[in-house]
């Protein structure tokens, strides 16, 4: 029997405790421990969950202890224990902690606060998995990037897409630390034309024309995109929609839902059981969807705290090197975590219904 991929996760952030109980639920993983400094409620729920807890560094492994917080070690020991490590630290952060990786020769996937040039490859699966098989990195790019890649990949596959422009509706801050900052009554333009995602979409797939602008915008549930596609050709709305639907990480919503804003779609994905009511989709709006001849035009939510998930997931296989085939690993991600382009299918099982279901590679 092939032994499973022995996985570490630095930082028990926003993103950190998600991808950990991601990869508790992945057949071909184990989740040997992970590493953080902080000493509140976060770490504590940690220790409640019987998961190792390491100190990110040697200053933390003190401050854990005098905390009375169980600690299995620090960071050190930890990246010796394992094949790959998910550093989901704060920005920045992670790019002083890849000097510690590669000394070890260790392989690590980082998320898209990092540059593009610290890893030197940026992933979404469905577009890019091959190329980062057996690589010693990758850089999982951001919600906004990621949502914008799935997407765009999409059309590019179906032979329809040739230039495409967005603007972003961003969110302010994280829910979880809305009482520490934000903004109200304003927007907040990005100041420059084109945004990063765009140009972070290239560092994926560099054929994609692609420009975006962005405004930050008050609220915190999730952001919002337009687009505005030049197609390849003419074609029909159902054809768009068909490309949409070849990826099992777009939700088309239906107006007869009545998911009409985002609150709406997060408190569907609660109602379902999804752990912390998350959505690792891409939700788009099927009947506002509109197609004139060869323009088409499109809005969707993405979820910050959740689509880059899976991506994570699928970028551990494609380092590991075991699973060649993008198909097939996300094919198991999405088994593992309930991921379906339908959230009213009966048959799927959800995470606080009942332990989550292994995927088979």
């Known amino acids: 029997m092939i032994k499973p991929i022995r996985v570490a996760v630095n930082g028990y952030g926003v993103i950190g405790k998600r991808v950990a109980d991601a990869v508790k639920a992945q057949k071909d993983m184990t989740l040997i421990g992970v590493a953080d400094v902080a000493t509140d409620w976060r770490t504590r729920v940690l220790q409640t969950k019987g998961v190792p807890l390491f100190a990110a560094t040697p200053k933390a492994f003190d401050g854990l202890r005098a905390a009375g917080l169980q600690t299995a070690g620090q960071l050190d020991d930890l990246l010796g224990e394992v094949d790959v490590i998910v550093d989901c630290t704060p920005k920045r952060v992670a790019a002083d902690n890849v000097a510690l990786y590669r000394a070890r020769s260790l392989k690590f996937v980082l998320q898209g606060g990092e540059k593009h040039a610290v890893t030197g490859h940026s992933f979404v699966a ?5 190329t980062a098989v057996g690589r010693q990195a990758t850089r999982v790019v951001s919600c906004n990037t990621t949502a914008t890649v799935r997407t765009l990949s999409a059309l590019k596959r179906a032979g329809l897409l040739q230039r495409a422009r967005g603007t972003l509706l961003r969110r302010a801050t994280d829910p979880w630390e809305s009482h520490q900052g934000g903004i109200m009554n304003t927007l ?3 100041p420059e034309i084109p945004s ?6 290239q560092t994926v797939d560099p054929d994609l024309d692609v420009v975006t602008m962005a405004v930050k915008v008050p609220e915190t549930i999730a952001h919002l995109h337009y687009w505005s596609i030049q197609m390849t050709r003419p074609a029909d709305k159902e054809e768009v929609l068909g490309a949409f639907r070849s990826s099992s990480r777009i939700l088309l919503m239906k107006d007869a839902y009545g998911l009409d804003a ?8 609660a109602d379902r059981g999804r752990s912390r009511g998350d959505l690792y989709e891409v939700a788009l709006w099927a009947d506002m969807l509109t197609v004139q001849g060869d323009e088409l035009f499109y809005a969707y939510m993405v979820d910050n705290q959740a689509i880059v998930v899976p991506e994570t997931i699928d970028a551990i296989r494609a380092l590991d090197g075991r699973e060649t085939s993008g198909r097939r690993s996300i094919a198991a991600t999405d088994r593992a975590m309930g991921i379906d382009n339908d959230l009213f299918a009966g048959n799927r099982v959800w995470a606080s219904e009942s332990p989550l279901p292994e995927a088979d590679l």
């Open 196 to 201: 990063h995602q765009g140009p972070d979409a």
């Open 126 to 130: 469905e577009a890019n998995f091959e």
């Open 262 to 269: 985002l609150n709406a779609v997060k408190e569907l994905t």
């Open 188 to 190: 907040v333009p990005e």
